[in-house]
């Protein structure tokens, strides 16, 4: 199970005000689904922020609970402030060793497409995998080697190779990524002294052009 420990409060007060003050002293409210019901806590918004960054956002930690139990859960969801990008609230949710949980995994790309080299567009339709499996069976990531994809070739779900203790629940026929066209074709340089004959040819041809109809009138 986890070994990424973070120390949490219980709470008794919500609401919008309660919730203010709490951001105010560095904290950031949040739940816990699963718990007994359901149970509003707290946690230090630095010592989240800390460990969030470092094992991301589908890893499972170790909650300690008032310092007295400690509880296994992952980031079921979070809220971010739309002006200060800072986490406001945080949904975690209980998860018990034997007991198959349902969760997203990222999809993370390794090397360089020889598409991409040769002026292709790497395009990512899919960011993150659902899944079903034990806590124990939980992994880190999808990760997808592009090296060899060259333009025109896509990745769906199904050819993400998993282990056999995972269940994937996402459709497999989804595009995960694509390696396409360039956006625009390059058009063919034409030297100033070549544009310049053609320019001269067309404008002398105008001109005898305009002769003849001269001499026929």
Do not use: W
């Not at 360089?112 to 002026?119: I, L, Q």
């Not at 880190?140 to 269940?167: C, M, N, P, W």
């Amino acid at each position: 199970m986890a070994e990424n420990v973070l120390t949490i409060q219980s709470r008794e007060q919500t609401g919008k005000g309660a919730a203010k003050k709490l951001r105010r002293r560095g904290l950031i409210p949040g739940v816990m689904y699963g718990y007994k019901g359901d149970k509003a806590v707290t946690v230090h918004g630095k010592e989240f922020l800390k460990m969030f960054e470092d094992i991301g956002e589908h890893a499972i930690i170790t909650l300690d609970l008032d310092e007295k139990e400690k509880i296994d859960v992952i980031v079921k969801d979070y809220q971010v402030d739309p002006v200060k990008r800072d986490i406001i609230h945080i949904d975690f949710l209980q998860i018990k060793a034997g007991q198959l949980l349902k969760t997203e995994i990222p999809v993370k790309l390794t090397g360089a497409s020889k598409g991409v080299k040769m002026g292709g567009i790497l395009e990512e339709y899919v960011r993150d995998i659902e899944i079903e499996c034990l806590p124990k069976d939980l992994p880190e990531a999808f990760y997808i080697d592009v090296t060899d994809l060259d333009i025109g070739d896509s990745i769906h779900v199904k050819d993400i190779q998993v282990g056999e203790e995972i269940r994937v629940l996402s459709s497999p026929e989804q595009v995960v990524l694509t390696i396409g066209m360039p956006s625009k074709i390059a058009e063919p340089v034409v030297e100033e002294e070549e544009v310049t004959e053609e320019a001269e040819a067309a404008g002398e041809a105008a001109e005898e052009a305009a002769e003849e109809e001269d001499e026929k009138e």
